[in-house]
């Protein structure tokens, strides 16, 4: 078993960073997809970056693409996520999620694809 342990959320001004953290404890997870899903009020949740085994490969939503670098250490089972440029849109739960699938090249998946789930972290940008 698995368990996803988000960090780093708060409040952020428009136009400030933020970087999120994941760490995994449990067992390694150097061989799955991890990503990042978020939630806003009143809408569904989504995959916004995603990385895969070895980081060859990512994927970023279009609403943070050119503003997030998403990044994992394989030795420490460690996913981050760093924001810029965070407008009051970027409001929501963070998820970090470790992909079901051992190996996979596509660096984006789906919540069904979705092995273990963080507990979530909010980040607010308001002024």
């Known amino acids: 078993q698995v368990q996803p342990i988000e960090s780093g959320g708060g409040l952020v001004q428009p136009g400030g960073s933020l970087t999120l953290s994941c760490t995994a404890s449990g067992q390694t997870v150097s061989m799955r997809g991890m990503g990042w899903f978020r939630q806003a009020p009143g809408k569904e949740r989504e995959l916004v970056a995603g990385?895969?085994?070895?980081?060859?490969?990512?994927y970023y939503s279009d609403s943070l693409l050119g503003r997030a670098t998403i990044s994992r250490d394989d030795w420490k089972n460690t996913l981050l996520l760093h924001m810029s440029n965070l407008e009051p849109e970027d409001t929501a739960i963070y998820y970090c999620?470790?992909?079901?699938?051992?190996?996979?090249?596509?660096?984006?998946?789906?919540?069904?694809?979705?092995?273990?789930w963080g507990q979530g972290t909010q980040v607010t940008v308001s002024s």
């Open positions: 999620a470790v992909s079901k699938e051992l190996f996979s090249r596509n660096a984006y998946f789906s919540e069904a694809d979705v092995a273990w």
């Open positions: 990385i895969i085994s070895g980081s060859r490969n990512t």
